[in-house]
Nanobody, 125 residues
Framework: VQTLVESGGGLVQAGDSLRLSCAASGSTFSRYTMGWFRQAPDKEREFVAAISWLRNMTRYADSVKGRFTISRDNAKNTVYLQMNSLKAEDTAVYYC??????????????????WGQGTQVTVSS
């Protein structure tokens, strides 16, 4: 079982930046693919970004490509999501997730085993 704790959310204005962090428990973090997802009110949870454990390959949703950057620090068991040029439509609860078996940066929710509790990001226009 892996525990994930997100932090860094908040209320910002359009055009601002935020960096989300997700701290994971356990000693095998470096062997897991990590992802960020988000869920806005009355909408399905959607993929944002992922980073594989193998060669740190990344993948992004089209809506955030060029604005968001996912990275990981295996020494700190932490994955980050740097969010720049934020828009009102980025408002959502952001969740990090672990896939213990995907070797690629998967966008599929069903491939993730463990989820954090989420952190709220609100962007005012």
């Amino acid at each position: 079982v892996q525990t994930l704790v997100e932090s860094g959310g908040g209320l910002v204005q359009a055009g601002d930046s935020l960096r989300l962090s997700c701290a994971a428990s356990g000693s095998t973090f470096s062997r897991y693919t990590m992802g960020w997802f988000r869920q806005a009110p009355d909408k399905e949870r959607e993929f944002v970004a992922a980073i594989s454990w193998l060669r740190n390959m990344t993948r992004y949703a089209d809506s955030v490509k060029g604005r968001f950057t996912i990275s990981r620090d295996n020494a700190k068991n932490t994955v980050y999501l740097q969010m720049n040029s934020l828009k009102a439509e980025d408002t959502a609860v952001y969740y990090c997730a672990t896939s213990t078996w995907a070797s690629v940066a998967s966008p599929n929710r069903w491939q993730y085993d463990y989820w954090g509790q989420g952190t709220q990001v609100t962007v005012s226009s």
